[in-house]
Each structure stands twice: as structure tokens, then as C-alpha cells.
């Protein structure tokens, strides 16, 4: 599977909306892309997945580059329960999933 | 969550001790899944099953050990072959290997004392 790459902190303001990239420069073409957050001592929650059209879904929106390399999440309105970790990952049918350090994101008020 | 339970929520071992974590499922999802959690990092895979009676070692497996005798069920066993055990131990499962997005429990703390 593809390494991801994320910034490792970001901050954004409560009502705005949050965009968070992942670049994935080496994913195959049967890669899919998953989004997941973990909020502090909590299991990760499952947030998005696409292949390479755009995902929308009730909690965000995943945004994927024509060529696959890079994606963002979109998270509309951020609320302060928002405030987690962020991790981007890809994954073929089969293959395993695996985290790397992901993004954390501090929503203020 | 919602679906996976995980318990104890926190965990207190002694050195030299083995301890089980339970992982109990209502999902009907064939496939299961544990991961460990150090601080700060992201998650790696100590094991996994697809199916009843069967399990593979993920990249983690040294001084672990599970079963899977039923589809609903998925323990994982620390043993004291495990030498740095104190960790947040994730469970997850997915519906079946096709659609393979994966779901995680509220995890177990596990202390060394």
C-alpha cells in the first residue's frame, strides 16, 4: 500500500469549514483512499473512502486529485467535537490497513 | 463502536503475567482485526482473521496470541513473552473481505505494573 504523507498539526475555526490534505504520490490504481479520525483514548472512527471520484458523505467530503496523488477531506462546518486526529491511509482489496502519524486538528472557538 | 465491544476499558497487568482483551462483535462481520496504539503513533496490526478458525499474524505478532472459535468473538491473548505490553489495544472489524472498511471498538488500556 501507498505511504501517506500529512501535515502533523493544523488549527482551524469553529463554523469554518476544515481542509485537510494527504498526499499519496505512490498509490496504485486499485488503491482505495480511507479517511479515519481518533478523537483522544477513543477508537478511530470511520469518516470516508474513495477510489477517484469525489466522495460526500453526512459527516465530510473527500476531494481526490485527477492523478491520484493527493487528496483533501473537507470537513464543512468544523465544530469543537471536530478537535482529533485525522489519518489518511490507502488500501487495496485484501491488503491490511495501517496508520501513520496523521494530522491533529485543534478546533477553536 | 457501536456494535464492538471491548473490554475492560482499562487493563493493569503484572510483569511475567499473561492477560486476555475480549473482542465481541454484533455486526455479523466476517472479518476481525487488533491493532496496538503507542503514544503519538498510528496504529499497527498484531492480528487478524477473516474467518472462523482461521487467523494470520500482522506485522506485530511476536508475544501475542488469539482465537477465533466463533464468528462474534476474537480474544487477544498478551503474553509475558511480550516485552513492552503497556499499550491501547484496538479491535476492529470489517463486513467481508471485499468491502473491507474496517470499524474500530472503544479499545483497552493496558498498564504494566
Known amino acids: 500500500d501507498a505511504k501517506t504523507t500529512q501535515p502533523p498539526s493544523m488549527d482551524c475555526a469553529e463554523g469554518r469549514a476544515a481542509n485537510l490534505p494527504c498526499n499519496h504520490s505512490?498509490?496504485?490504481?486499485?488503491?482505495?483512499v480511507y479517511w479515519y479520525r481518533q478523537i483522544h483514548s477513543q477508537g478511530p472512527q470511520y469518516i470516508i473512502h474513495?477510489?477517484?471520484n469525489n466522495e460526500t458523505n453526512e459527516m465530510a467530503s473527500l476531494i481526490i486529485t485527477e492523478d491520484r496523488k493527493s487528496s483533501t477531506l473537507i470537513l464543512p462546518h468544523a465544530t469543537l467535537r471536530d478537535t482529533a486526529v485525522y489519518y489518511c491511509?490507502?488500501?487495496?482489496?485484501?491488503?491490511?490497513?495501517?496508520f501513520g502519524g496523521g494530522t491533529r486538528v485543534l478546533v477553536k472557538p | 463502536d457501536g456494535g464492538i465491544t471491548q473490554s475492560p476499558k482499562y487493563l493493569f497487568r503484572k510483569e511475567g503475567q499473561n492477560v486476555t482483551l475480549s473482542c465481541e462483535q454484533n455486526?455479523?462481520?466476517?472479518?476481525m482485526y487488533w491493532y496496538r496504539q503507542d503514544p503519538g503513533q498510528g496504529l499497527r496490526l498484531i492480528y487478524y482473521?477473516?474467518?472462523?478458525?482461521?487467523?494470520q499474524k500482522g506485522d506485530i505478532a511476536e508475544g501475542y496470541s488469539v482465537s477465533r472459535e466463533k464468528k462474534e468473538s476474537f480474544p487477544l491473548t498478551v503474553t509475558s513473552a511480550q516485552k513492552n505490553p503497556t499499550a491501547f489495544y484496538l479491535c476492529?472489524?470489517?463486513?467481508?473481505?471485499?468491502?473491507?472498511?474496517?470499524?474500530f471498538g472503544p479499545g483497552t488500556r493496558l498498564l504494566v505494573l
Open positions: 476492529a472489524t470489517s463486513p467481508q473481505r471485499s468491502t473491507e472498511t474496517q470499524y
Open positions: 505512490t498509490i496504485s490504481g486499485n488503491e482505495y
Open positions: 474513495g477510489l477517484k
Open positions: 491511509t490507502t488500501k487495496a482489496a485484501g491488503n491490511k490497513l495501517t
Open positions: 455486526l455479523n462481520h466476517d472479518a
Open positions: 482473521s477473516q474467518i472462523v478458525n482461521d487467523f
